[in-house]
């Protein structure tokens, strides 16, 4: 990660996460999660990379324990994945099978060149 602030925003790529504000913003825009959203997005962008377990995300994000059933968490990361994709192509949001989820940030792109 580029800066992992304590207390200021945490930037990662292109993203921001401004937990005092509970915010998540992609240059200008606010990505408008929900609070388990911006919970499940600080937890893998705290991750950098790494996959973060599902039952991790569960205890942490959500605050109760992974059941087989439940599917509350796909959802949740479901939804997060789409208002990733509406604001930013660098920033994926990968299932990893059989493990949880990560977070790549692909290179950003050199401006097409003004002709």
Avoid: C
């Avoid at 388990?36 to 995300?57: H, K, N, Q, W, Y």
Wanted: avoid cysteine.
């Amino acid at each position: 990660g580029e800066g992992q602030g304590v207390h200021g925003p945490i930037l990662w790529g292109p993203l921001r996460l401004d937990l005092r504000a509970r915010r998540a913003e992609i240059g200008e825009s606010d990505l408008e999660l929900t609070s388990a959203e911006l919970r499940i997005l600080e937890l893998l962008v705290r991750g950098d990379a790494r996959t973060v377990s599902r039952d991790e995300l569960m205890t942490q994000a959500l605050g109760r324990r992974l059941l087989p059933t439940d599917r509350s968490l796909d959802t949740h990361v479901s939804n997060l994945r789409r208002k990733l994709q509406k604001h930013t192509d660098r920033v994926t949001l990968q299932s990893v099978r059989g493990s949880g989820y990560a977070l790549t940030l692909a290179p950003a792109r050199a401006p097409a060149p003004q002709s």
